[in-house]
T-cell receptor, first 113, second 118 residues
Framework: DSGVTQTPKHLITATGQRVTLRCSPR?????VYWYQQSLDQGLQFLIQ???????AKGNILERFSAQQFPDLHSELNLSSLELGDSALYFC????????????FGPGTRLTVL | AQTVTQSQPEMSVQEAETVTLSCTYD???????LFWYKQPPSRQMILVIR??????QNATENRFSVNFQKAAKSFSLKISDSQLGDAAMYFC???????????????FGTGTRLQVTL
């Protein structure tokens, strides 16, 4: 158990809908990262938050957004969902803002029908 | 931009034997971390081992060790005394230590699927 929690484990929804994925980092970790794992794109970095502030953006679609709350949990919001958004979404956390080992949560499997 | 290449899509090893998974990377930086993560059928991403580029000594964690060749930009993972529970997808990952932009992200290879046979 990495200490990173993610809910829900599975999510099935329809095209055009909006969903929210939730992540709680390990105790003491201030950085939260979101990654997408899909069959065609592999593991891709989406976005990083550090202590409530957006730190870095990867190839995150405009339909996707995220935030980190004062208690350091983070939410990834996916809207106007398309079939191609079906993937495994991971959250990872680390202590530092830059560098450092990232510990991954169990992931949320999103299926868009 | 950094890239990570894992040229072996699949590998197979017999139980109790040793196997080496290959990884090469491309970077112009001198300071960085390299990681191996394991993804079993449960899909959880589990940290296996970490190597700091400034350290000449190769990292080891129990049955797992790396061969880090900085000049060659090579970072292979050796699994000794393979066990059935080692069967998984293994990902090599690069992390810059720069404090700018998206540097802290992990850049992953495409993975190597390891089968362990009796």
């Amino acid at each position: 158990d990495s200490g990173v929690t993610q809910t829900p484990k599975h999510l099935i929804t329809a095209t055009g809908q909006r969903v929210t994925l939730r992540c709680s980092p390990r105790s003491g970790d201030l950085s939260v990262y979101w990654y997408q794992q899909s069959l065609d794109q592999g593991l891709q970095f989406l976005i990083q938050y550090y202590n409530g502030e957006e730190r870095a953006k990867g190839n995150i679609l405009e339909r996707f957004s995220a935030q980190q709350f004062p208690d350091l949990h983070s939410e990834l919001n996916l809207s106007s969902l398309e079939l191609g958004d079906s993937a495994l979404y991971f959250c990872a956390s680390s202590v530092r803002v830059a560098g450092g080992t990232q510990y991954f949560g169990p992931g949320t499997r999103l299926t868009v029908l | 931009a950094q890239t990570v290449t894992q040229s072996q899509p699949e590998m197979s090893v017999q139980e109790a034997e040793t196997v080496t998974l290959s990884c090469t990377y491309d970077t112009s930086e001198s300071d960085y971390y390299l990681f191996w993560y394991k993804q079993p059928p449960s899909r959880q991403m589990i940290l296996v081992i970490r190597q700091e580029a400034y350290k000449q000594q190769n990292a080891t964690e129990n049955r797992f060790s790396v061969n880090f060749q900085k000049a060659a930009k090579s970072f292979s993972l050796k699994i000794s005394d393979s066990q059935l529970g080692d069967a998984a997808m293994y990902f090599c990952a690069y992390q810059s230590l720069s404090n700018t932009g998206t540097a802290s992200k992990l850049t992953f290879g495409t993975g190597t699927r390891l089968q362990v046979t009796l």
